[in-house]
């Protein structure tokens, strides 16, 4: 059974920084590209980052892009985003995503909040 589990949200002052985890299970973590996505009050769900199985192409949105790291450690399945210099518009529920074998598979997210 996929699993992934998503650790390291919490609350968080402007400027500040938090390193998001997401440890998979149920399949080959090697085998698949991961991706982190985030979701806003009142916001359609949207693509933060993702990373291919090797790490060898990685892509940001670009209201991230130089303030958040994605990452990989296959040998502990597991993927993070590291993210700095935190706005209060990155305020949201981070989700970590695969898909396996044609199927969508999301964790349950973590609750960043950015706010003085």
């Known amino acids: 059974q996929v699993q992934l589990v998503e650790s390291g949200g919490g609350l968080v002052q402007p400027g500040g920084s938090l390193r998001l985890s997401c440890a998979a299970s149920?399949?080959?973590?090697?085998?698949?590209?991961m991706s982190w996505y985030r979701q806003a009050p009142g916001k359609e769900r949207e693509l933060v980052a993702s990373?291919?199985?090797?790490?060898?192409?990685?892509n940001y949105s670009d209201s991230v892009k130089g303030r958040f790291t994605i990452s990989r450690d296959n040998a502990k399945s597991t993927v993070y985003l590291q993210m700095n210099s935190l706005k209060p518009d990155d305020t949201a529920v981070y989700y970590c995503?695969?898909?396996?074998?044609?199927?969508?598979?999301w964790g349950q997210g973590t609750q960043v909040t950015v706010s003085s």
């Open positions: 990373i291919t199985r090797f790490g060898s192409e990685i």
């Open positions: 149920g399949f080959t973590f090697s085998r698949y590209p």
């Open positions: 995503y695969a898909a396996i074998g044609g199927y969508s598979s």
